[in-house]
């Protein structure tokens, strides 16, 4: 099979593709049918995965480069505008290493989304170096009370069953989330006292959903638009927030009843011997607009349940689009 | 997307994330002596080149050294990039240099050992990979005891971003050639595996 044209004639992917696919870049849908039919490309690229994973473990363990050279008996002199972007990729990399987190890597949630479909083309897939703990990502087909039908590239089905405990989160753009009298965290620039929102959280705040930006605000929504609100501070202070089509909101504890069907959503947890996953926690995604497809691994430190919530954290956080 | 201030969960942006500030107009304001441009772009590539050098030097310092010379290089050279790769390419192909450079000084050999990478291995079959039952830490290990030129390919491949042909361009042989590079190191990663379980 070469490239992105499936050959039907010819049985099983090719190198290229395999490599390809585990480095991240992008295979047709064919590739990702065949890899959900074909058992033994499947078991090849979960090989490749694992060594891809492998070297991209290493490489994010790999220390800063933020210290000075220290070379010895070196005539040459750094140049102004390199010492700036050591500086500055010191910075970077600080904050890489502080949220690539400490220790040993377990394993790895990836994610691929796109405008038509998502998912890995298969109904559950393992999360790589986590035994016991699988991943199913697509579309999420109907909510039946606490069970959620997500449906793979393939047309697969997978239900997966919440409980009080699940870390289920939403994020997106989902503007319609901000209503009068909502409990917001808002992040953003300031411009003549008005907040530019970046992104805004809805409800309580978790320890799993790190948002980037400037110092949050926190406050209760009052007079919500299509355009902005007035954020009213526990003090009293009414400060106009803006919002716009690429402000990320995200509700980090979601109900199942809250998701809408046609979303792309991702639950990680323990399979049963009916088929179904046990949802350790759920990430449910409303991309921007139609953008490319896209793809990222999250890192699983330790396979355990807060570092589980810590990954599909992590994937609530990304203005996927 | 391209953010990286966040908390743990850790994204590990796959190449198509990566190549989206892929900027050769960043080169081009390098090349007028722009300072900004130049922090920016060591910002965008930095890391992934050394993480790429220190998996093919194992040395930490070397690794630093090594990357502040290919940032100096890039530097001196920005103007003259034509633009006929891509940004992460040309500045790989650049730390490669400067790594067999420095790597060929210390009477290490890098490029040569590329022929017994490219042979076929005598490893085990696909039925009986120690691949299928390790852990992802294992490989890891594995992966540091690999022939420089196997963990470069397998770095190239899957730690920068580049697609096939530009890890061939960088390597300066045939896709086909990087393919059984792969195949070869992916053989011996098995090997390593291998020998590590049956020693427990």
Same mark, same amino acid.
């Given at each position: 099979m070469k490239a992105d044209h499936a050959d039907t004639h010819h049985p099983h992917l090719d190198l290229g593709l395999l490599v390809s696919h585990a480095a991240g870049q992008p295979v047709s849908?064919?590739? !990702?049918?065949?890899?959900? !039919?074909?058992?033994?490309c499947r078991r090849e690229a979960?090989?490749?995965? #694992?060594?891809?994973?492998? @070297?991209?473990?290493?490489?994010?363990?790999?220390?800063?480069?933020?210290?000075p050279v220290r070379r010895q008996n070196s005539r040459r002199r750094v140049p102004r505008p390199l010492r700036h972007g050591i500086e500055l990729v010191g910075v970077a990399a600080a904050l890489l290493v502080l949220f690539l987190g400490a220790g040993e890597l377990a394993g790895f949630v990836h994610v691929h989304l796109s405008t038509s479909s998502t998912g890995q083309g298969t109904a559950l897939i393992a999360v790589t170096g986590c035994s016991q703990v699988e991943q199913a990502d697509g579309t999420l087909e109907q909510v039946n009370g606490s069970s959620l039908v997500i449906k793979g590239v393939t047309g697969q089905t997978?239900? @997966? !069953?919440?409980?009080?405990?699940t870390f289920l989160s939403m994020s997106g753009a989902l503007p319609s989330e901000i209503t009068d009298g909502a409990s917001v965290t808002v992040r953003g620039s300031r411009s003549d006292g008005t907040i530019q929102a970046d992104s805004i959280t809805v409800g309580q705040p978790s320890s799993a959903v790190s948002l980037p930006g400037s110092a949050p605000v926190q406050g209760t929504v009052a007079d919500a638009s299509s355009s902005g609100?007035? #954020? @009213?501070t526990s003090g009293g202070t009414r400060i106009p927030v803006s919002t716009s089509s690429s402000t990320l909101v995200v509700i980090p504890h979601a109900t199942p009843g809250q998701l809408q069907a046609g979303g792309s959503i991702v639950a990680v947890g323990n399979a049963g011997s009916d088929g179904t996953l046990a949802a350790r926690a759920v990430a449910a995604l409303y991309q921007f607009g139609s953008g490319p497809r896209l793809a990222a691994s999250f890192r699983v430190r330790d396979c355990s349940a807060r570092s589980i919530d810590d990954a599909l954290g992590a994937i609530s956080a990304m203005p996927w689009g | 997307v391209n953010d990286p201030h966040r908390d743990s969960g850790a994204p590990t942006f796959t190449a198509s994330h990566d190549r989206a500030c892929d900027d050769p107009g960043l080169l081009t304001r390098i090349g007028q002596g722009d300072e900004d441009a130049m922090?920016?772009?060591y910002r965008e590539h930095?890391?992934?080149?050394f993480a790429q050098v220190l998996l093919v030097t194992g040395e930490r310092l070397l690794a630093e050294e090594i990357v502040q010379d290919t940032m100096l290089a890039v530097w001196r050279a920005a103007g003259s990039f034509r633009g006929e790769s891509s940004v992460r390419s040309w500045v790989i192909a650049i730390a490669r240099r400067q790594?067999?450079?420095?790597l060929r000084g210390r009477r290490l050999r890098v490029v040569d050992d590329a022929f017994l990478a490219d042979q076929p291995g005598?490893?085990?079959?696909?039925?009986?990979?120690?691949?299928?039952?390790?852990e992802l830490a294992e490989v890891r290990g594995a992966i540091r005891e690999l022939a420089p030129a196997h963990r470069e390919v397998l770095g190239l491949a899957f730690g920068s971003g580049l697609s096939l042909p530009e890890v061939a361009d960088v390597l300066e042989i045939p896709v086909g050639t990087v393919k059984s590079r792969l195949s070869a190191a992916r053989t011996a990663l098995n090997r390593v595996l291998d020998e590590k379980g049956k020693s427990r």
């Amino acid at each position: 099979m070469k490239a992105d044209h499936a050959d039907t004639h010819h049985p099983h992917l090719d190198l290229g593709l395999l490599v390809s696919h585990a480095a991240g870049q992008p295979v047709s849908e064919r590739v !990702r049918e065949h890899l959900a !039919r074909c058992e033994q490309c499947r078991r090849e690229a979960n090989r490749w995965n #694992l060594v891809a994973d492998g @070297v991209r473990g290493l490489a994010a363990a790999a220390p800063e480069t933020a210290q000075p050279v220290r070379r010895q008996n070196s005539r040459r002199r750094v140049p102004r505008p390199l010492r700036h972007g050591i500086e500055l990729v010191g910075v970077a990399a600080a904050l890489l290493v502080l949220f690539l987190g400490a220790g040993e890597l377990a394993g790895f949630v990836h994610v691929h989304l796109s405008t038509s479909s998502t998912g890995q083309g298969t109904a559950l897939i393992a999360v790589t170096g986590c035994s016991q703990v699988e991943q199913a990502d697509g579309t999420l087909e109907q909510v039946n009370g606490s069970s959620l039908v997500i449906k793979g590239v393939t047309g697969q089905t997978v239900t @997966v !069953r919440t409980t009080a405990t699940t870390f289920l989160s939403m994020s997106g753009a989902l503007p319609s989330e901000i209503t009068d009298g909502a409990s917001v965290t808002v992040r953003g620039s300031r411009s003549d006292g008005t907040i530019q929102a970046d992104s805004i959280t809805v409800g309580q705040p978790s320890s799993a959903v790190s948002l980037p930006g400037s110092a949050p605000v926190q406050g209760t929504v009052a007079d919500a638009s299509s355009s902005g609100f007035t #954020l @009213v501070t526990s003090g009293g202070t009414r400060i106009p927030v803006s919002t716009s089509s690429s402000t990320l909101v995200v509700i980090p504890h979601a109900t199942p009843g809250q998701l809408q069907a046609g979303g792309s959503i991702v639950a990680v947890g323990n399979a049963g011997s009916d088929g179904t996953l046990a949802a350790r926690a759920v990430a449910a995604l409303y991309q921007f607009g139609s953008g490319p497809r896209l793809a990222a691994s999250f890192r699983v430190r330790d396979c355990s349940a807060r570092s589980i919530d810590d990954a599909l954290g992590a994937i609530s956080a990304m203005p996927w689009g | 997307v391209n953010d990286p201030h966040r908390d743990s969960g850790a994204p590990t942006f796959t190449a198509s994330h990566d190549r989206a500030c892929d900027d050769p107009g960043l080169l081009t304001r390098i090349g007028q002596g722009d300072e900004d441009a130049m922090a920016a772009f060591y910002r965008e590539h930095g890391r992934v080149v050394f993480a790429q050098v220190l998996l093919v030097t194992g040395e930490r310092l070397l690794a630093e050294e090594i990357v502040q010379d290919t940032m100096l290089a890039v530097w001196r050279a920005a103007g003259s990039f034509r633009g006929e790769s891509s940004v992460r390419s040309w500045v790989i192909a650049i730390a490669r240099r400067q790594t067999r450079d420095r790597l060929r000084g210390r009477r290490l050999r890098v490029v040569d050992d590329a022929f017994l990478a490219d042979q076929p291995g005598s490893g085990p079959g696909p039925e009986a990979m120690a691949l299928d039952r390790a852990e992802l830490a294992e490989v890891r290990g594995a992966i540091r005891e690999l022939a420089p030129a196997h963990r470069e390919v397998l770095g190239l491949a899957f730690g920068s971003g580049l697609s096939l042909p530009e890890v061939a361009d960088v390597l300066e042989i045939p896709v086909g050639t990087v393919k059984s590079r792969l195949s070869a190191a992916r053989t011996a990663l098995n090997r390593v595996l291998d020998e590590k379980g049956k020693s427990r």
